[in-house]
T-cell receptor, first 112, second 114 residues
Framework: EPEVTQTPSHQVTQMGQEVILRCVPISNHLYFYWYRQILGQKVEFLVSFYNNEISEKSEIFDDQFSVERPDGSNFTLKIRSTKLEDSAMYFC??????????FGDGTRLSIL | AQSVTQPDIHITVSEGASLELRCNYSYGATPYLFWYVQSPGQGLQLLLKYFSGDTLVQGIKGFEAEFKRSQSSFNLRKPSVHWSDAAEYFCAVVENSGNTPLVFGKGTRLSVIA
């Protein structure tokens, strides 16, 4: 069964540094998402992406965040200048117009 | 705004016992409803979904869920729990199955004892 893959599985970064989280969505999916889960809390929506532009974003997704689909397969989340409170599990998901969202295994981001 | 409530933070059941995890949602129309499971250190795996039709839906790993409009509920059930079912379970709701963001509940952690 096709799956969403995320790299790296764990990223440790110094506060203030830029970080890029990578995702390869399921190949025939057209809608892409980023969610995050702070330790012990619920999964929260960050941003959705369709047709090479952001469809919707939450209040969490401020100017420090950006997303990009640099080629036909990757979907990236960039955090420009990381803060301690950005430490979380970040999940990528993809879907087509009728399917449920399929999630990757996540990237654990630790900010020191 | 949509919201999802999972009233039980942590549930412990004995292996072989039945299980019911509660989920209530707040939404004006009939939403699309999902249950996801997250094993430690893993991603979110879809257990089952409800879009329309039969209100009792079957999922993977022997799970089922029943949509009750009158109670705004979508409870997850399993008749006999296995030790490997120990995980975090998340109920989620979305306005439609397309590109609308999922709204998750806070999750219920299931522990299974021998």
């Amino acid at each position: 069964e096709p799956e969403v893959t995320q790299t790296p599985s764990h990223q440790v970064t110094q506060m203030g540094q830029e970080v890029i989280l990578r995702c390869v969505p399921i190949s025939n999916h057209l809608y892409f998402y980023w969610y995050r889960q702070i330790l012990g809390q619920k999964v929260e929506f960050l941003v959705s992406f369709y047709n090479n532009e952001i469809s919707e974003k939450s209040e969490i997704f401020d100017d420090q965040f950006s997303v990009e689909r640099p080629d036909g397969s990757n979907f990236t989340l960039k955090i420009r200048s990381t803060k301690l409170e950005d430490s979380a599990m970040y999940f990528c998901a993809s879907s087509d117009s009728v399917s449920p969202q399929h999630f990757g295994d996540g990237t654990r981001l630790s900010i020191l | 705004a949509q919201s999802v409530t999972q009233p039980d933070i942590h549930i412990t059941v004995s292996e072989g016992a039945s299980l019911e995890l509660r989920c209530n949602y707040s939404y004006g129309a009939t939403p699309y409803l999902f249950w996801y499971v997250q094993s430690p250190g893993q991603g979110l795996q879809l257990l089952l979904k409800y879009f329309s039709g039969d209100t009792l839906v079957q999922g993977i790993k022997g799970f089922e869920a029943e949509f009750k409009r009158s109670q705004s509920s979508f409870n997850l059930r399993k008749p006999s729990v296995h030790w490997s079912d120990a995980a975090e379970y998340f109920c989620a709701v979305v306005e439609n199955s397309g590109n609308t963001p999922l709204v998750f509940g806070k999750g219920t952690r299931l522990s299974v004892i021998a």
